[in-house]
C-alpha cells in the first residue's frame, strides 16, 4: 500500500529538521490518539536515531581532534585534517562535510517523497527490529 502524501511530507521534514519535526509529530499523534502507519513510524524513529548518531559522532570527532592536538606532529596533523574537512569551501560554498551531510539529508528526503523507505545500513535495522517498519 502506498503511503499518504501527509506521511511523505511529514517523512520529509523529519529528515530535513534532524529528527525534531519526528519528536513534534509522536507527541502531536499521542495527544490526539492518532495512529502512525508503519512508513510514518519507520521513518520518525529513524529520523531521531540518526540525529543521536550524528550527534555522538561530532562529539567523538571533536574529542578525538582535541586530544590529538597536544601530541606534537600528530597534533598538526589532526588540525589540518579538521581545517581541511569542517571548515574549508569545496563546493557551492560548502565544506567537504556539510556537502556529504546535505546529500545524504536529500537522499533520505526524496525517497520518502517517493515513498519508500530509505535504507541505512545499520540505522534501518536497529529500527526495524525495535519500532517495526
Known sequence: MNPSIIDRIVS???YLTFGIFSIVWIV???VTKKTISRFLN???????FISIILAVISLVY???INL???IPYLGSLARS???FLNQTPMYFGFT???LILTIFVFYLSALCLLGKKPYVPIASDIIVQNFGG
Open 28 to 30: 502531536f499523534a499521542n
Open 96 to 98: 567537504l562535510s556539510g
Open 12 to 14: 520529509v521534514l523529519s
Open 81 to 83: 585534517f579538521e581545517l
Open 42 to 48: 519507520f521513518n520518525l524513529y529513524q529520523a531521531i
Open 68 to 70: 590529538l592536538s597536544v
Open 62 to 64: 571533536s574529542i578525538a
